[in-house]
């Protein structure tokens, strides 16, 4: 089985639930469950544009302590980027890049996974012209979504379904492995 997995990170109350539930009903079809595969509120099988993957919501109990945050966000990561190959690395527009959002972004930058950086609770228009700031985390343009009313979804789904490779991560590695053509490695990650 190969279907790609696509990971929803980002630090608490960014929206990543919210997220995780807009793009499934978003998405053109449910894909029936299949053998070996348990299907529940944060893995859910996806298909658009003819193309299918496996969405992740890394979400879930929040601790109360900054420090447990912290270390519950970074373990995040680290699952995210050992095992997706599309990483949707998801921040808060309304209050801008944190702390915490510029540690993943450090950390993202080192990986060879895909990782798209999605503005979130853009809700209109106005809230645009914030978006921009969000570039100095280093990771490209972000994406802007508003994950409560469906805004520009249709435009993330559009660039996971771009950016998804033919095959699942082990796959892909071992592929690469074979070939040498990726000159980056997971050991220049701590
Ligand atoms: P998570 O902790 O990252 O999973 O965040 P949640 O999905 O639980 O959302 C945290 C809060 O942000 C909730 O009150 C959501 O209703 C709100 N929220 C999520 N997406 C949006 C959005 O696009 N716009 C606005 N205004 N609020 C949002």
């Keep these: 089985m190969s279907r790609p997995i696509v990971a929803i990170i980002g630090r608490p109350n960014v929206g990543k639930s919210t997220l995780f539930n807009r793009l499934l009903k978003k998405r053109a079809a449910i894909v029936d ?41 970074r373990a995040q990561v ?3 980027v050992s095992e997706s190959d599309v990483i949707l690395f ?5 209050v801008g ?3 915490i959002d510029l540690q993943i972004a450090k950390r993202l930058k080192r990986t060879k996974k895909t990782v798209i950086l999605v503005a979130n609770k853009v809700d209109n228009e106005k809230e645009e012209t914030d978006v921009h700031l969000l570039n100095r985390l280093g990771l490209g ?3 802007a979504v508003s994950a409560e009313t469906g805004r520009n979804i249709g435009e993330l789904l559009d660039r996971v379904t771009e950016v998804l490779p033919e095959t ?3 796959e892909v590695e071992e592929e690469q492995a074979k070939t040498g053509r990726n000159g980056k490695t997971e050991k220049e990650e701590t």
Excluded at 44 to 58: E, H, I
Excluded at 90 to 94: A, C, F, R, Y
């Design 141 to 143: 343009t972000p994406v």
């Design 33 to 73: 469950d299949e053998p070996g595969v348990t299907r529940d509120r944060n893995y859910a099988p996806c298909d658009w544009s003819g193309k299918s993957f496996y969405l992740v919501d890394t979400g879930g109990f929040v601790p109360a302590s900054k420090n447990q945050i912290e270390k519950m966000v």
């Design 97 to 99: 890049a944190q702390e």
């Design 90 to 94: 998801l921040v808060d527009n309304k």
């Design 78 to 80: 680290e699952v995210a």
């Design 168 to 170: 699942a991560a082990e």
